[in-house]
């Protein structure tokens, strides 16, 4: 959840330290803090609030030095302030660490260190992981790094940490549990961060730390071990992240430029994958799960948020074109509820960044079940893609903005790939069915582009309600996804109250809403639905409330009914969400800049949500 950078090596440790950590701001932006060794002592310094506001608390103070750790924070144990914010120091100013995660039995720890006479200036459960490590180093003559790996054992919960010791300030320790850290080699140089993008401008070569695994690194090299000290070989990779994709590149926000980036981003999906000159899908991840997809007796989709959304849409694609009976499942509540799982059953986790914690122990729970575990992620290296049996990458690009765009089109990119590479495997599908569905496909980058160019015309709809109190959203079928995802995004950044509802629901409880101030968003395009959406619109005008339809272009029926229509390409209805859903997103996005949200760093909320 919270963004880590770290430094050591011969260049000034404290612009790689801020630069970074304003990358990683997207992870965590309640507080920030940085720790620097300049030769002689350690110095720390945090701020409550964005790390600009941390830059410019630290300008004329002392930030040299070749060695550094820093921290962006997204609040867990203790509220957002200055004292809370991270690093912390331990009390005898031994160890100071920064760290991602949730130390679980914290608590308990910390009344055994105060019985032992360690006092605790923050409510944080990281202070006591610093305290807990100082506390071992300084019971027998030790090293520091095994002091850590001593610490850890002790330690339930998950973690992405890095360590200094004042005592030896020549090295830094890292180490990992179900919390994302990667290592970037450098000449005689090494950065450390929750993802490359901190130091992409500096190296492309990285290790990724597994779990239980803890690094030593000196500017002489890299050692890797495991909890239990047995001897790990790095394994180097090329990180492949183009440095224009963590820019805003003449856009006001990530947002904008990621929901403009989307007709390259599945472009980018499909590419290599649908091959148009010989009607053919081809995913080279599934080759060797083939046998167990074709076989399955059922699909389980996890996910949270949009990815879970996304996953209701797969829901609609294998059960329309594999025939395979598909269950959508929220990964929080997973694996709570003691759910049935088979060695017959396919398990699809669904995660932008591949690091999140509760679909990590989804899948966790699946694999001890013996079912077929595939992932969808967009992180290469991600922990999702080595956990997972098989998977696809999205090669989405980076997504900066907390509020998922574009990483949604990808996904429901794949899951489509998916269900028509099986469905026509099964032959389900006929084969002038099968090359139509994917010459759709592929149109859906250039219509998407042509949705664009109407976004003057969304503007000046977001303008009239830019200072609702509510809004509703209806969709039927493969839209009803669709309707969720457009009031997410429009309560994620604009704090709007908003729902999404079924339209054949709306009958049913909602409709009681219905007046001349909530605006209604309806995604009813010509499809086999179309005369029961046109229903629905007749019901909420007669009740005189306010529609925006979202309408294939050339409807005129909706059109004169509707207080404002967004005109979208006619499209196959299975593939549909990828451009409805784009309107949507543009009309959240005007609708929050205009009431003066942050629509990049929306309060409350974090890119990659890492802890339960």
């Known amino acids: 959840m919270c963004g880590i950078v770290g430094y050591i090596g011969g260049q000034s440790a404290y612009p790689i330290i801020i630069n970074g950590l304003k990358r990683l701001e997207y992870r965590g932006y309640d507080s920030a803090g940085i720790a620097l060794y300049n030769g002689k002592s350690t110095s720390v310094y945090k701020k409550y609030g964005k790390v600009s506001d941390l830059e410019n608390s630290v300008a004329g103070l002392d930030t040299n030095g070749c060695l550094g750790i820093g921290h962006t924070r997204w609040a867990t144990h203790g509220e957002p302030n200055d004292k809370n914010a991270h690093p912390h120091m331990s009390m005898h100013g031994k160890f100071v660490i920064v760290h991602n995660g949730i130390i679980e039995n914290y608590n308990n720890l910390k009344k055994r260190l105060t019985t032992r006479g360690y006092t605790f200036k923050s409510e944080t459960d990281s202070e006591v992981l610093a305290d807990l490590i100082e506390y071992i180093y300084e019971l027998s003559p030790i090293s520091p790094d095994d002091a850590v790996q001593l610490a850890l054992r002790k330690v339930q919960g998950a973690y992405g940490i890095v360590v200094m010791c004042t005592d030896h300030p020549d090295r830094l320790i890292a180490a990992r549990k179900s919390s994302p850290l990667v290592i970037g080699i450098g000449d005689k140089e090494y ?22 695994q803890i690094a030593v690194i000196s500017r002489e090299g890299l050692n890797i071990k495991s909890i239990n000290n047995a001897v790990v070989t790095p394994e180097i990779k090329k990180v492949d992240i183009d440095f224009d994709e963590i820019e805003k590149g003449g856009f006001s926000h990530f947002m904008l430029k990621e929901i403009y980036e989307q007709p390259r981003s599945i472009t980018d999906t499909m ?8 009607d053919k899908i081809t995913l080279g991840g599934l080759i060797d799960v083939m046998p167990r997809l074709m076989n399955a007796r059922r699909i389980i989709i996890v996910g949270c948020g949009t990815s879970w959304h996304a996953g209701l849409m797969g829901e609609y694609l294998f059960e329309e074109y594999a025939r395979i009976p598909v269950e959508v499942e929220y990964a929080s509540e997973f694996r709570y509820r003691n759910p049935i799982i088979n060695q017959e059953d396919v398990v699809i986790a669904i995660s932008q960044s591949g690091e999140t914690a509760d679909t990590l122990a989804a899948i966790q729970l699946a694999k001890k079940c013996g079912a077929c575990v595939l992932g969808i992620c967009n992180v290469v290296g991600s922990s999702i893609a080595r956990e997972t049996d098989a998977g696809v990458y999205t090669h989405a690009g980076v997504e900066i903005g907390v509020a998922s765009t574009k990483a949604f089109t990808a996904q429901v990119s794949v899951l489509a790939m998916m269900a028509l590479m099986i469905g026509r495997a099964k032959y389900n599908i006929k084969s002038a069915d099968y090359h139509q569905l994917i010459r759709e496909l592929m149109s859906i980058p250039e219509k998407i582009e042509h949705i664009l160019k109407s976004a003057d015309h969304i503007k000046e709809i977001a303008e009239k309600y830019k200072d609702s109190s509510n809004a509703l959203y209806l969709g039927r079928g493969c839209y009803y996804p669709v309707a969720l995802e457009g009031a997410l995004k429009l309560k994620e950044i604009s704090y709007i109250h908003a729902e999404g509802y079924p339209a054949a629901e709306m009958k049913h409880g909602p409709i009681a809403l219905i007046d001349d ?16 959406i046109v229903n629905n619109i007749q019901e909420v005008k007669a009740r005189k409330g306010i529609v925006i339809a979202v309408i294939t272009e050339g409807d005129t029926t909706i059109a004169a009914m509707a207080d404002h229509v967004i005109e979208v390409p006619a499209v196959e209805n299975a593939v549909g969400a990828m451009i409805t859903v784009v309107p949507l997103q543009l009309l959240s996005y005007y609708i929050a800049i205009m009431r003066g949200c942050n629509v990049d760093q929306p309060r409350n909320l974090a890119k990659s949500v890492t802890v339960e």
């Open 191 to 212: 950065f450390i961060g929750s993802d490359a993008s901190p130091f992409v401008e500096y190296t492309d070569q990285v290790v990724y730390l597994d779990n239980d």
């Open 271 to 278: 590419r290599g994958r649908v091959l148009s000159e010989v």
């Open 517 to 532: 101030k909530m605006p209604v968003i309806v995604i009813a395009t010509k499809d086999k639905g179309y005369e029961k």
